[in-house]
């Protein structure tokens, strides 16, 4: 048989099949001409790497389920692996891609829990918790809590979206203070309303180029480089934080017109005008200071020196996923054109790298602590945020997109066949599964991901 590869094209099995005469989890070594159309089989091989991953996820979807414990009044996601806590973006990610499991409720629960946790008065609340309470590894939670709240909503397919947004209106206050949080300083930087993060370590890709010093648990860490850190993943979620919370107080104000609540009504219209006007102000910013139209994608930037980072990351192209009509079809097409150019070094045969195989930091060491790696290796969501971008931009990006979506798949499933399990990445140069073994979080998009990215369906839509 011929077993489409990523790794070597068209290759061939070592003759051990497995059961329905599929092609068991043996090694691989290139096809000669005998065995024909290599299209054919790699169609097959395409089929055959979406049933090993869906298995894979159908298997180990409940081990991501908590029950309400300790301070975390309720249900919650853990991703897994070493990982038993909740965190920000892994929770977003994961209770999305296992909805068809039952992952509903526990997607609530966690964006609930992170809600209950917040401060009034300031805003803030940290990225990671556990029962006993906050772990002190996150800074601030990423802003992707609202969202996960009105998408927990927006797929509740038994109550519909707007009965299913009412629960959440006892926690407006805390999704109003977490979204004026980043307008104060200094997380809004006075000069040029940039938001800016505490460190790298806070954005999630933990030790990503974009920053010389990650964060405190480096010994290159002063103070002065707290809030310098100005990303395009930080907009672009606040973006999307902004419109969710106006989607939730449309819900909301439905419930109020259904109720004859006229001041109740008025009250949340207005809020949804505010917030989408929030919203279009993050997004100006954004393209003013982080697009460069020389480049053709999107930067970082350092607002202690007020100058771009042009280090080649998974970043530069973010923007495609916050929304229709918020990136050009002609700014779509370069930034496409940047991530998937030869000589950039972003995309390798298992997916788009978090940095540019170019970067004189370029690396794929197998590590976690202090630093999951971020300076090579491939990761599924960072993959999934760029192929939903693309999707969403016209058929013939949704074509390229499809074709990377297929590697993705191919990666995990080959990481399943060599070592039975997952990581929390993979290796750029080899394919090979690096660190956090037992990892299911944001892999587990490897489920619906050929499929939704296929016919444009990005469930991560608001």
Known sequence: FCHAARRGGCACGAGNYGKGGKPALSKLHLCPARFGACEQASDQAGDWDQEVVEQHVA??????????????KFPFLVPAGPYDQMWDWDSLFMGVALLKYGSLEYLAGTMKNFLD???????????????????????????VVVQGAWLAAKHNTTHGAVAAAQPFVEFEKQMRALLDYWDRAPQR???????????????????????????????????????????????????????????????????AQKSSDDGSLLHYQGLAREHRERAEDILAVMERYLWSEESGYYMAYNVSTGQRIENKVWLMGMPL?????????????????????????????????????????YSNTNEIKPYSNWRGPVW?????VLLYGMASHGKQL???????????V???????????????????????????????????????LN????????????
């Open 59 to 72: 298997s180990q979807a409940t081990k991501t389920f908590r029950s309400a414990s300790g301070v975390l």
């Open 321 to 361: 996923w916050a929304g229709p009509g918020v990136v050009s079809e002609a700014r779509a097409g370069r930034v496409t054109d940047a991530l998937f150019a030869p000589e950039n070094g972003m995309l390798s045969k298992w997916g788009f790298r978090s940095t540019s195989s170019t970067d004189t930091r």
């Open 189 to 255: 930087h006075a000069a040029t309303g940039l938001r800016v993060l505490h460190d790298q370590l806070e954005g999630g890709s933990d030790n990503l180029v974009t920053s010389q010093c990650p964060s405190k648990f480096s010994p290159c860490w002063v103070p002065t480089d707290a809030f310098t850190l100005a990303s395009v993943d930080t907009h672009v979620f606040l973006y999307r934080e902004h419109q969710a919370f106006a989607k939730l107080c449309d819900a909301w104000a439905s419930h």
């Open 398 to 408: 949704r074509d390229r997109a499809v074709q990377v979506a297929s590697s993705v």
């Open 380 to 384: 599924t969501n960072a993959n999934a």
């Open 451 to 462: 499929s939704t990215v296929a016919t444009g369906n990005d469930p991560f839509a608001l």
């Open 410 to 448: 191919h990666a995990l499933a080959d990481d399943l066949r060599v070592s039975g399990t997952w990581h929390e990445c993979l290796s750029s140069d080899t394919g090979v599964g690096l660190a956090a073994p037992g990892f299911l979080s944001w892999d587990t998009l490897g489920g619906i």
């Open 117 to 143: 946790h917040t401060n009034l008065t300031t805003g803030e609340v940290q990225g990671c918790l556990q029962p006993s309470g906050a772990t002190g590894v996150i800074y601030h939670a990423k802003p």
